[in-house]
């Protein structure tokens, strides 16, 4: 079965670091595009590629892993939320490879004051 997982998450205080993991499991051709998103209590998932993130999150990856990693720097108690990646994946679901979207379940993370 595929599946994309998140990990990583926690708890930490302000100006710590944290580093998220998006790992795609199953029979896959390829892991290709991964974006994260975050949603905070009460507000709307939004894109984490803000200015409010510029110079200290930072995302990097491993192919041979299918997985892609969100450095988190001096991370500030409004990172605060719940952590999703969506990845697009090359699957076979039996009428060739083709390109599917796949959301993890959500990593949580929290930053205190």
């Known amino acids: 079965q595929v599946q994309v997982v998140e990990s990583g998450g926690g708890l930490v205080q302000a100006g710590g670091s944290l580093r998220l993991s998006c790992a795609a499991s199953?029979?896959?051709?390829?892991?290709?595009?991964v974006t994260w998103y975050r949603q905070a209590p009460g507000k709307q998932r939004e894109l984490v590629a803000t200015?409010?993130?510029?110079?200290r999150f930072t995302i990097s990856r491993d192919n041979a892993k299918n997985t892609v990693y969100l450095q988190m720097n001096n991370l500030k108690p409004e990172d605060t939320a719940i952590y999703y990646c969506?990845?697009?994946?090359?699957?076979?679901?039996?009428?060739?490879?083709?390109?599917?979207?796949?959301w993890g379940q959500g990593t949580q993370v929290t930053v205190s004051s």
């Open positions: 969506n990845a697009a994946l090359l699957v076979d679901r039996g009428w060739g490879p083709k390109e599917y979207s796949y």
């Open positions: 199953g029979s896959i051709f390829s892991m290709n595009a």
């Open positions: 200015d409010s993130v510029k110079g």
